[in-house]
């Protein structure tokens, strides 16, 4: 969604709506829409530049991602320090 790049499902991290803030939904057990971006600072800034998480969640409003982006800067530090 971000970065427009093609890859698996089981690589990118699935988003949801929930009170008016975009939450990452590491299960994939959430219910609702899911938007799909890459668990990457890059790609969810992007993601987040064009709008279009209220767009693909199909929110009426703009949605809080301060939280989703602390989840994904945790994930990338994870990732590097194996
Ligand atoms: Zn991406």
Same mark, same amino acid.
């Given at each position: 969604?971000?970065?427009?790049?093609?890859?698996?499902? &089981?690589?990118?991290?699935? !988003?949801?709506? !929930?009170?008016?803030?975009?939450?990452? &939904?590491? =299960?994939?057990? +959430?219910?609702? =829409?899911? %938007?799909?971006?890459?668990? %990457? +600072?890059?790609?969810?800034?992007?993601?987040?530049?064009?709008? %279009?998480?209220?767009? /693909?969640? =199909?929110?009426?409003?703009? +949605?809080?991602?301060? /939280?989703?982006?602390? /989840?994904?800067?945790?994930?990338?530090?994870?990732?590097?320090?194996?």
């Amino acid at each position: 969604m971000g970065c427009r790049e093609r890859a698996a499902k &089981d690589d990118l991290l699935r !988003i949801v709506a !929930i009170e008016g803030a975009c939450v990452p &939904d590491h =299960r994939g057990t +959430l219910p609702g =829409r899911g %938007a799909y971006v890459h668990p %990457a +600072l890059v790609c969810l800034d992007l993601a987040v530049r064009r709008r %279009a998480f209220p767009r /693909a969640l =199909r929110a009426p409003g703009p +949605l809080d991602t301060k /939280a989703l982006r602390l /989840a994904v800067e945790k994930t990338v530090a994870e990732k590097a320090t194996p």
